[in-house]
């Protein structure tokens, strides 16, 4: 017989937790089917930029001077940037908050979910409705608005990314916004007035040549005014470069700006976000 | 240090939690072993909530010390929450899913679900298994909710309110559910203010009452303990009804023989019932 008897551990090697990356991608399944199941916010999401499109580019439709535009092209790349910041901002800045007040996220917090597993979710979810957008809103302006596709790859790849950057720093926005509000009930104006505000002063709504320039100069501080700079870059003629405040697609910023507003968004996101809302805290 | 069958499952000392001036919880000390079923019986606003929500590791506290499954909920890891079976005093499924799809996408979280159907089946969901949960009625989006608790195989399992808004049916179903986790080892702890419940399910109780735990033992200790003393009825000469509360009943009945020489009409002796206790322990007597 043997002096120590080695006891079996009641629980064998320590168990595998499922790993953040796949189950980010079954969140993002899950979102995306929950979002497509809302029949009225789907045509809500989709609709609202293309009649806003439709409206600004229908009543404005004069050449603008010395551009070699006209403005209905300018409202195309403005839309798509104002549609990308809705679809992640706006959407995300809603629900979040919603779900933080209905308990939703109180519930995910009790079981093992990796937090990133609801923020990957998130991100599928934005990126399959804001490509869905952009891919919307390009097909009405190059049917109707006199838009060209981009002509050269390079063009293509600055749309790519611009548009990744861009989603990406508004995404982190609105999870960092969401947890402004009170209560779901309060979402809705919270977040969207902010964002109303962006859209005057970021040369979606009005020309960026006929904005002050010290409200431009606010709205530079944050992405949907370089969002929309350059997308006007990828889609405009280069003539229409003297309409912009520095005479020019400033592409290199516009990067920088973008890129910057994604590292702050996500050290905001995780400084900021809460499982719960106030009250339960 | 490896677990041992006799460890606690939770070990709770000194506990206190404030909201404001209000002192949700003063105090309180709890025991429950590995594979016991423990109810915390209350009226509303009495704590249980909040010791509850403590234990789950979802609301900090002020004071006093915590163990759950060998490990404060403060500082809680994956690994521990996977080992933790909640259910919510609220319900927060998502509305716009099938019930299908939720139990089976909860189950991906954990390292060694239950099967997914046999969750459904345990809790009497089957015939709604394809529905949307907006579309189920209170009692079943609480089934549901009791489904996404078990869903991960946990240790122990907490529930807060399990039964409030199911239907006699459901919750005769939901005591066999409880009683077949509990044979399979599984620790667990409810709070409830259904005292049949409590007596049904529980190896123990705790009754709190104004944030403190006023008495604690096996139901039917409790009643002898507490339940002191017994109710006399009769009818007077008159018609009106009399009663008496007496610790010695026997006396009473025998001096109501000889006042009435023989038969005393309307009478009746009865003994607290474990609601009676708890009316007095929790002080709401009058309530009656």
């Known amino acids: 017989m043997t002096t120590t008897a080695v006891r079996a551990p009641e629980r064998a090697a320590p168990e595998r937790l499922p790993g953040a990356w796949g189950l980010g991608l079954r969140r993002g399944a899950l979102e995306i089917r929950q979002f497509f199941r809302q029949r009225d916010q789907v045509v809500f999401t989709f609709a609202f930029p293309v009649v806003f499109l439709f409206l600004f580019a229908s009543i404005f439709s004069d050449d603008v001077r010395g551009a070699g535009v006209t403005a209905s092209q300018l409202y195309v790349p403005a839309m798509m940037a104002a549609g990308i910041m809705s679809t992640s901002f706006q959407s995300l800045g809603i629900s979040i908050a919603i779900e933080r007040d209905e308990k939703v996220l109180r519930r995910l917090r009790g079981t093992p979910m990796p937090p990133a597993a609801y923020f990957l979710g998130k991100i599928w979810l934005v990126l399959v409705t804001g490509l869905l957008e952009t891919a919307i809103l390009l097909a009405v302006g190059t049917a109707f608005y006199d838009v060209d596709l981009p002509s050269s790859a390079g063009r293509w790849f600055d749309f790519a990314w611009i548009f990744a950057l861009g989603l990406t720093a508004c995404a982190l926005l609105g999870i960092a916004i969401s947890s402004v509000p009170k209560s779901g009930k309060s979402a809705t104006s919270v977040v969207v007035l902010p964002f109303l505000v962006l859209q005057f002063i970021s040369g979606v709504y009005i020309s960026i040549d006929t904005i002050p320039d010290w409200m431009l100069n606010i709205g530079a501080l944050f992405p949907l005014k370089w969002m929309c700079q350059g997308l006007r870059g990828v889609f405009l003629p280069q003539s229409a470069q003297v309409l912009e405040q520095a005479g020019s697609w400033e592409f290199g910023r516009i990067a920088l700006v973008l890129g910057a507003w994604c590292v702050g968004g996500l050290a905001l996101c995780l400084l900021t976000f809460r499982w719960k809302n106030r009250r339960d805290g | ?288």
């Open chain 2, 1 to 288: 240090m490896t677990a041992h069958a006799n460890e606690r499952a939770v070990d709770v000392r000194g506990l206190r939690k404030q909201y404001g001036d209000v002192t949700a919880v003063d105090g309180i000390d709890l025991g429950i072993r590995r594979g016991e079923v423990f109810g915390l019986l209350g009226p509303n606003g009495a704590g249980k909530s909040t010791t509850v929500e403590i234990l789950q590791g979802q609301r900090t506290r002020d004071a006093g010390e915590v163990m759950v499954l060998g490990a404060d909920p403060a500082a809680a890891t994956r690994a521990w929450r996977s080992r933790v079976g909640i259910v919510w005093q609220d319900e927060s499924a998502p509305a716009e899913l099938t019930v299908r799809e939720t139990v089976r996408h909860f189950a991906r979280y954990y390292p060694r679900p239950r099967d997914p159907e046999e969750v459904i089946g345990l809790v009497g969901l089957e015939a709604k298994a394809s529905s949307r949960i907006k579309a189920l009625s209170g009692g079943q989006r609480r089934r549901l909710d009791v489904a996404l608790g078990v869903i991960g195989g946990p240790e122990l399992l907490l529930l807060d309110e399990p039964t409030t808004g199911f239907d006699p049916a459901a919750r005769r179903q939901f005591w066999d559910l409880i009683r077949l986790l509990a044979d399979e080892g599984t620790t667990i702890l409810l709070t409830t203010h259904y005292l049949e419940e409590a007596e049904a399910l529980a190896d123990r109780l705790a009754v709190v009452a104004r944030g403190r735990v006023v008495a604690e033992g096996v139901p039917a200790e409790l009643r002898d303990r507490y339940g002191t003393g017994a109710t006399v009825t009769w009818t007077d000469t008159g018609g009106t009804p009399r009663t008496e509360r007496t610790d010695t009943p026997t006396k009473t009945v025998a001096e109501l023989m000889r006042r009435f020489d023989g038969e005393i009409p309307g009478l009746r002796v009865s003994r607290p019932t474990l609601e009676d206790v708890y009316l007095r322990l929790t002080g709401q007597e009058d309530a009656r």
